[in-house]
C-alpha cells in the first residue's frame, strides 16, 4: 500500500541553470562544516535530484521504462513515503519541474509531505546564455524552448532515460508556478544575491530550514564554495555531473554576464516573453 511521507522532504526548486548546484553544495559545505570537502560526495548527498528514474523504481520494485509518460507522472506524488533516504530525518531533493498537478488532480508536490520550499530564481537572460551553453543548443533555440509552454525532457513513451519526464514550461510559468499556484509560499532566492552575498543567502536558508548554523559556519561554507574553486575542483576530475567533452560546468558564476553575450534583439526577445513575471522580481 503507498502511503505518504510525513513533512520531512525540502524542495530545491528551480528552473535550469539558475544555481541550484551551487546552492546544493553550499548547503553540502556548511551541513558538514568542512573547509575543503568533496565536492563528489558532497552533491550525492544534498539537493538529490529527485527524478532519477532509478528511485521511483526501487520505490515501487518496478521497471517504470515499461510505462507511459503519463503513467510515470501519475505514480511520482505517491512514491515520496517509499523512496530509500537511508535514515535522512529531513530529505533536500533537487528539482527542476515546474509545480502542477497530475492528470487525476493530485499535486506533483504536495504540501501535506512539505517540510518547506526553496525556490532559486535567475535573469532569464543570463538563464539563456547559461542553458545553450549546458545543452550545446544556440542561443536562438535556448530562448525558444524558455519560451515554450509545452517543453518536457526524457518525456518519449516507454523511455529508458535515466531522467523522469519532467515539464518545465516555460520560464515565466515556471517561476509563478512555484510561487503562486503551489501554495507552499517558498522562499525565494535570487542568484543575483547569491553572488552578490552569499552568507547572507545562506542565513536565510538556515533559517527556513530550522538550521542554527553559526555565524562563523556560514563563512566557512562561502569561502569552500568560491567559484574560483568549484572551478578548480572540476578541473581536477572531481565534479561527478561534470558536462561532456571540455565544456566546463562552471562557467562564468556571474550575475549580468547576459550583457557581453546576448544581441540586443535576443534580450528583447525574452523581456517580451517573460517581462511581467521579470519586473516583478526586479529583472526590468
Request: proline content about 4%; some cysteine; overall charge negative.
Amino acid at each position: 500500500m503507498m502511503r505518504a511521507a510525513p513533512r520531512e522532504n525540502v524542495w530545491l526548486a528551480s528552473y535550469p541553470k539558475s544555481g541550484n548546484t551551487w546552492m546544493r553544495i553550499a548547503l553540502g559545505a556548511l551541513r558538514d562544516g568542512e573547509a575543503a570537502f568533496d565536492l563528489a560526495r558532497m552533491t550525492n548527498n544534498i539537493g538529490i535530484f529527485l527524478a532519477m528514474r532509478h528511485r521511483l523504481d526501487m520505490a515501487l520494485d518496478i521497471d517504470s521504462s515499461d510505462l507511459s509518460a503519463e503513467e510515470v507522472h501519475l505514480l511520482r506524488p505517491k512514491i515520496y513515503g517509499l523512496i530509500d533516504t537511508q535514515g535522512r530525518q529531513t530529505t533536500i531533493w533537487k528539482i527542476h519541474d515546474c509545480w502542477m498537478r497530475t492528470a487525476d488532480g493530485e499535486a506533483l508536490f504536495p504540501s501535506d509531505v512539505t517540510a518547506a520550499t526553496i525556490y532559486l530564481v535567475r535573469d532569464p537572460r543570463d538563464v539563456a546564455a547559461s542553458f545553450a551553453h549546458h545543452f550545446e543548443v544556440d542561443i536562438d533555440r535556448a530562448i525558444d524552448l524558455m519560451a515554450d509552454p509545452a517543453y518536457r525532457v526524457a518525456a518519449k513513451a516507454n523511455s529508458a532515460h535515466f531522467h523522469l519526464p519532467q515539464h518545465y514550461s516555460t520560464w515565466r510559468n515556471h517561476v509563478l508556478s512555484w510561487l503562486d499556484d503551489s501554495g507552499h509560499d517558498p522562499l525565494t532566492i535570487r542568484y543575483e544575491d547569491m553572488v552578490a552575498d552569499l552568507a547572507s543567502t545562506l542565513k536565510r536558508v538556515c533559517a527556513t530550514l530550522g538550521w542554527s548554523s553559526s555565524d562563523a559556519a556560514i563563512e566557512a561554507a562561502v569561502a569552500a564554495t568560491r567559484f574560483d574553486r568549484l572551478r578548480a575542483e572540476e578541473s581536477a576530475g572531481k565534479f561527478p555531473e561534470s558536462l561532456r567533452g571540455d565544456r566546463p560546468f562552471f562557467r562564468r558564476g556571474i550575475a549580468g554576464g547576459w550583457r557581453d553575450t546576448l544581441t540586443p534583439a535576443q534580450a528583447t526577445r525574452i523581456e517580451r516573453d517573460h517581462g511581467d513575471v521579470m519586473a516583478r522580481l526586479g529583472y526590468l
